[in-house]
């Protein structure tokens, strides 16, 4: 009798997210492109808090390119409507930033809709039903990068692997030193804003390291 075979997972990725803040654009594209170039990186969300839609669009439009000329998907945070009109290749909803169908019908059915979960399996579930690419949980850490609601146990990791099928995300205080744990505990992508952008070897060294992290 033969053993049925099952198929391994994909090696988790890193999936970068940008500063809420970036007073100067033309220096953090610099700084993205160096990122970009030193490892292997899933997608970039554009994460600019508490600006004028006219900074949103100007963001994306100098940073979207970099990203994706090397096959890196560029999420935007919150705005589905912004990331229609700005071309990006998808959104990224906190609980109260409306709904996935909407998302989707305003995106399109190749579009790549993301979820925050918190640390709730049941949240996960309802975006996973209502037809969300992926979901994220978190925070696993203490993070600088935004207010801690929701602290999340590596074990919500582990059972979602288990028993759904779209991807997860771990985000929240995630480095270097603590990525690998996530990567085993069942995150298929990773999220880093603070660990990359504040590294003190610079951003491409975090990228690096993450990676090898990832891989070990």
């Given at each position: ?12 990725r ?27 990186v ?11 839609d ?47 169908a ?36 978190g ?26 099928e ?14 690998g744990?996530?990567?085993?505990a ?8 603070g ?22």
């Open positions: 009798m033969s053993k049925t075979t099952v198929p391994a997972r994909p090696p988790c890193l999936y970068l997210i940008t500063p809420p803040a970036v007073p100067d654009l033309t220096a953090f594209a610099g700084q993205l492109a160096q990122a970009l170039e030193s490892g292997d899933a997608a970039l969300q554009i994460r600019l808090k508490d600006v004028p006219a900074e949103v669009r100007r963001a994306v439009e100098v940073l979207a390119p970099l990203a994706q000329a090397r096959d890196v998907a560029v999420i935007l945070n919150d705005r589905a409507d912004l990331a229609k009109v700005t071309g990006c290749d998808g959104v990224h909803l906190g609980q109260q930033d409306g709904s996935v909407e998302a989707r019908r305003l995106l399109g059915p190749d579009a790549m809709i993301g979820v925050t979960c918190h640390d709730s399996r049941h949240l996960a579930m309802e975006a996973a039903e209502a037809g969300a690419d992926y979901v994220a949980f925070a696993f850490y203490p993070t600088a990068t935004k207010a801690v609601e929701h602290t999340a146990s590596p074990d919500v990791l582990t059972i979602w692997q288990e028993t759904m779209i991807p997860c995300v771990a985000i929240g205080g995630l480095n270097a030193t603590n990525a744990a996530m990567a085993a069942g995150a298929d992508f990773v999220a880093v804003s660990a990359v952008w504040s590294h003190p070897g610079g951003p491409a060294e975090a990228v690096r390291a993450l990676n090898a992290a990832l891989r070990g």
